[in-house]
């Protein structure tokens, strides 16, 4: 390792070394910012490793909890979806061992929302040794507005998810007889929710890549008309379901997103 700034700058394997070291937030150990190409990979997989670890426990948190999930997440299910007798709107399991792995992939979905601050976290704190102090005070916010866009896009989600639900239960509820499962039912829940937590990660994105100089403010604005007409025919694809207004609800999100983040770069790009 490195005794002295001639060093560290002369050596190939340091990767944290010069200024980027010298604003290294207080309370960060010396070494740190003069560990070597080994050293760094070790730490990342140790980061790594406290990920999992939290993902785990929240996944088995997850499963104590687990009647409590599959009940909050039915809630958008119609009560007509379910025609068989006696079964009081469950869901439907096929096969032996369906209904346990339908609970340990729901578990293990709610352990991964749950462990998004460590996973922010454990990522904010391996690269900030390498950055300058004013790409600290930048990326930070980042990480705490990326986590709050996407729980309000998931929360949305979960609020307009009856619609597309409804529309595709009662669709053919006159000629067929509607059982649906629980794997199908819950893999069509993640894919929506997710949908709408993803889009409200595009102010997010634009800004970054802003910091970065490859959009501005003025190629956005410039970009409008076609920005928009493009955002609501991916609202449609998004949204699978012919109802009328989960497209709608979310076009307006995207919309209102685009232009939030005009506002937000020119707030933050100098």
Known sequence: MATSNINQQ???LL???GKGSQDASA???DGLATMSLIDHLEELRWRIFKVLIAVVVFTIVAFVFRNQIVHFLELPLPVQADQLPGKNGQLIVIGVAEGFTTMLLISFAGGIVLSLPVLLYQAWAFISP???AHEKKAALPFIFIGLALFLIGIS???VVLRYPIEWLTT???GSFVELVTASSYFTFV???VLAFGLVFEIPLVLTFMAQLGLVS????VRMRARAHIGMWIAANFLTPGADLYSPIILGVAMSCLYELTILFIRFTKK
């Open 217 to 220: 403010s003025r190629s956005l």
């Open 156 to 158: 949305l989600g979960y």
């Open 10 to 12: 002369e050596d190939p």
């Open 15 to 17: 990767i944290f070394g």
């Open 171 to 173: 669709f053919a509820a």
């Open 27 to 29: 309370g960060e150990d």
């Open 190 to 192: 993640a894919f929506f």
């Open 130 to 132: 390498g950055l300058y």
